[in-house]
């Protein structure tokens, strides 16, 4: 087993919560909306797998999520200002360049930062994120309703039952998750993908409703692929060994610099 040191640094108006393993290039890794750093990546294997390969790997909790700070104001969740907060996690280690790797709302996260320092980005992985970075905003509202029902028993939308499940089983804050799922519904247009040059790996499973078409958004970017997870839906296809082959192939074809 890895050994895992922890850390907690100042990022604007919230404190981060973040780990470090293993030697090497860097990997920043971004979870998804109502997860944790260790669940979306210590549990699944993923810090073991980047660590086994001579990498090394940094995940942080996501404001509003795990240890990091809850907030409840939505423009506080805005992908632009969680993008910063990654980047200040690279200032904080000293890490100019890294490897960017995100799951659903962390993809969207990691796209923004490529975006807005494109210089700071050796290589994106965005998994559980496909064309609805482009088109469609995200998770519906109907999630927000669903975590601010008074019981889960109160739940109806099946989607929104199974968030509100998952939160409740990630000991989340219900009320910060409501805000943030209602402040970080952004898109990036066409030609904004367009401009992400850094190579990239898109990966969703093909029971995937929520993430679009992986092949769709690969034609829009000048330097991505895509990758099917065979099988898999969106809860499931985080710690399935296809995405983790391909992610590692995927590194190895990607010059550290």
């Known amino acids: 087993m890895t050994h895992v ?7 604007d108006d919230a404190e981060i919560a973040y780990l470090d393993a293993g030697e090497g290039a860097p990997i920043v890794l971004v ?21 086994r390969a001579g990498r090394r790997a940094i995940a942080l ?6 240890e990091s ?13 969680m993008a910063e907060d990654v980047r200040a996690l690279m200032d904080h280690l000293d890490l100019q360049r890294a490897d960017l790797m995100g799951y659903s709302m962390g993809a969207r996260i990691v796209a923004f930062l ?23 905003v995200g998770l519906p509202e109907t999630i927000a309703e669903a975590l601010e029902a008074p019981s889960i028993t109160q739940v109806t939308d099946p989607q929104g039952y199974a968030f509100r499940a998952f939160a409740q089983q990630t000991k989340s804050d219900l009320k910060a998750l409501a805000a943030c799922i209602r402040g970080s519904r952004q898109t990036l247009s066409r030609e904004e993908v367009a401009r992400i040059t850094a190579p990239t790996l898109i990966a969703v499973g093909t029971k995937d409703p929520v993430a679009g078409s992986a092949q769709e958004l ?8 895509a990758l099917d997870i065979p099988g898999r839906d969106h809860m499931l296809a985080v710690g399935d060994k296809v995405f983790k082959a391909g992610v590692l192939a995927f590194l190895e074809q990607v010059p550290i610099r």
């Open 61 to 66: 909790d996501n404001r509003g999520h795990g």
């Open 5 to 11: 040191s922890r850390g907690v640094f100042r990022s």
């Open 114 to 136: 490529a975006l807005a320092h494109p210089g700071r980005v050796r290589s994106l992985m965005l998994g559980g994120l496909g064309i609805r970075l482009v088109e469609g």
């Open 218 to 225: 690969a034609a829009l970017m000048p330097h991505a692929i």
């Open 69 to 81: 700070t809850r907030l409840y104001d939505p423009a506080r969740y805005h992908s632009a200002v």
């Open 31 to 51: 979870h998804g909306f109502a997860s944790t750093k260790e669940t979306n990546w210590l549990a699944p294997g993923w810090i073991d797998t980047v660590t």
